[in-house]
């Protein structure tokens, strides 16, 4: 059951119960990793609204090296989510199990590399904050698409803005009062409560995963990130064994028919 489980988050065949689930998951992520960025680099990486703004501020004031920072940061952003684009797509072409999880695997070891080297990139700061920062945001563009792929738009889990004002929304829909018969007639306000329940579990993991990262990073340093990188491998190697195994069976196949045609 719990392989069945893990299986159905990077699945091709998608449910709204396995969106629901991977979604919630990847909240926390991305809510650690920015709380945890924050704390090594004093800044957040998993939504790109104060960077834009920030690079707005940095032109209005002529201050060029900043705006070119915020320029690449934007950039790293952007190629994470073409890189999650590109692998999806391909392994959409390709028929195999992995297409969600591939980049998901990209994630892992990304991640896995800013924990166990992120202690020993000290002895240069500002050559190794960039770099850091660079890092996190294509990282979190790339999570950002994965989920936003396999859900179809649906759910995001990298920034809360959209998430809490969808909350908002639906709470006054919920709170509407329909005491006109001619205008609920016309017009009846009924608040959907699984989209409701939807983005309160999103905005509570992302908060929980926040304030878990920070407290660890707090703690542990660069190295508390690595339990986040190796749960994302084993959701992720599931459907690539699966894939793995399938090109085994195909050579198989293909050896016995090649020897049967001799």
């Not at 719990?2 to 979604?23: E, I, K, N, Y």
């Not at 800013?114 to 990282?139: E, K, N, Q, R």
Request: glycine share 8%.
């Amino acid at each position: 059951m719990p392989v069945q489980f893990l299986q159905a988050l990077t699945s091709p065949h998608r449910s709204m119960r396995s969106d629901f689930h991977l979604g919630v998951y990847m909240a926390f992520v991305a809510g650690a990793v920015n709380a945890g960025g924050f704390l090594a680099i004093a800044r957040y990486t998993s939504h790109m609204s104060g960077i834009v703004a920030g690079i707005g501020d940095d032109l209005a004031l002529s201050r060029l090296l900043p705006v070119l920072g915020g320029l690449a940061l934007l950039v790293a952003f952007v190629l994470g989510a073409m890189t999650t684009a590109i692998i999806v797509s391909w392994g959409r072409r390709q028929a195999i199990h992995s297409q969600f999880a591939l980049p998901l695997l990209v994630e892992a070891f990304l991640l896995l590399i800013f924990g166990f080297v992120g202690d020993h990139l000290s002895f240069y700061v500002p050559l190794t904050v960039p770099a850091i920062a660079l890092l996190l945001c294509f990282v979190m563009g790339l999570q950002n698409a994965i989920v936003t792929k396999a859900s179809s738009a649906e759910i995001r889990t990298t920034h809360m803005t959209g998430v809490i004002t969808d909350i908002g929304i639906e709470l006054g829909k919920l709170l509407y009062w329909n005491k006109s018969q001619a205008a609920n007639q016309q017009y009846f306000v009924e608040a959907n409560r699984n989209r409701l329940k939807m983005h309160l579990a999103l905005f509570l993991m992302f908060l929980l995963g926040g304030i878990i990262g920070a407290m660890s990073f707090k703690k542990f340093g660069f190295i508390a990130v690595v339990p986040l990188s190796l749960s994302l491998m084993i959701i992720a190697a599931l459907q690539v064994l699966q894939d793995i195994k399938n090109i085994f069976r195909r050579l198989k196949e293909k050896k016995v028919s090649d020897d049967s045609n001799r």
